[in-house]
Structure formats: C-alpha cells, structure tokens
C-alpha cells in the first residue's frame, strides 16, 4: 500500500535540477554583488544602502557552509581535495589564512602611510608600523577563525563517517 504513495525520481532529472538551482544561486549572488558594486559607486562606501546585499552574501554562504559541514559533504570534499592534491587542505587553509591577513594588513598599512604621513620616510614608518600590528591582529583572529570553522568539519565529518560505519 506504502508503495502507492512513493514517488519515482529519475536520477537524471534530480541531477538536472540540482544544476539549474546551483546555476540559479550563482546568478542572485552575481546580481547582490553587482548591486553592491553600483551602490558604491553611486552612494559611497560608508551608506547604509548596502546591508541587504551583504546579508544575502554572507548568510547564504554560511548556510551552505553549515549545512554541507552538518551533512559531511564538506569533509568528503575536503578527503577529495587531499588525495588528488599535492598540497592538504589543512595547509592551504594556513597559507590563505596567513595571505588574507598580510593583504589586509598591506591595505592598512599603505592607507595609514597615503593617508596620515607627512613625509617619505615617515610614510615607510606610518607602513611597517601599521602592517605589524595589523598582522598581530588578524593573523591570530583569521587563524581561530578558518581554522576552527576547518576542525569542526573535521570532528563532525568524522562523527558521521563513524556514524555510517555502524549502520
């Protein structure tokens, strides 16, 4: 009787389909960053015409980050990654951690010395100054950060496979 009620799926339709919402994410966050890219030209960077847009960005992100954790698909992906790579994904997280943090901190430390120096000299002070600390900052921050989101999709991907090992 349970029979009755079960749908059929072709396994070539769901995969179609799973493209097209794929393509689709794709194409709305295009358009919240070109949204966001016209907002700036036109209002500046500091108006609030932008919240929108960067929630749409960052909370779409996160969900996929949170659910692919949750499911174990990031750490399969991460496993994928680690046997077809030379580098792991463990160091990679590391050295784009550590490249995002210099990047900012060189941002930083160019705007301090465009900005607020008077002189050449004073200006390459205004830089190193600004780009040590700045890497004292981040460095440890953007570290705890990637790297705890990178351990916990480890320990829980480890937990489902575990979990599947026992069914």
Known sequence: MMKAFKKITDERIENVRNKIYKEMYHVIMAICLLSVLVKIYKYGVGSGELYLELVILLASGVYYLARSIF?????????????????????????????????????????????????????????????????????????????????????????????????
């Not at 600004?130 to 705890?144: E, F, G, K, Q, R």
Request: hydrophobic share 50%; net charge positive.
């Open 71 to 167: 499911l174990g698909v990031f750490w399969d992906e991460v496993e994928m990654h680690d046997r077809t790579s030379k580098t792991p994904m463990s160091k990679k997280t590391i050295f784009g951690t550590v490249g995002l943090a210099f990047i900012i901190a060189t941002i930083m430390g160019v705007n301090s010395a465009v900005s607020y120096a008077d002189g050449s000299s004073q200006g390459l002070w205004y830089f190193v100054l600004v780009w040590c600390v700045s890497v004292m900052i981040y460095l440890p921050i953007l570290l705890l950060f990637f790297g705890g989101i990178y351990l916990l999709a480890k320990k829980i991907g480890m937990k489902n496979s575990e979990d599947n090992k026992k069914l």
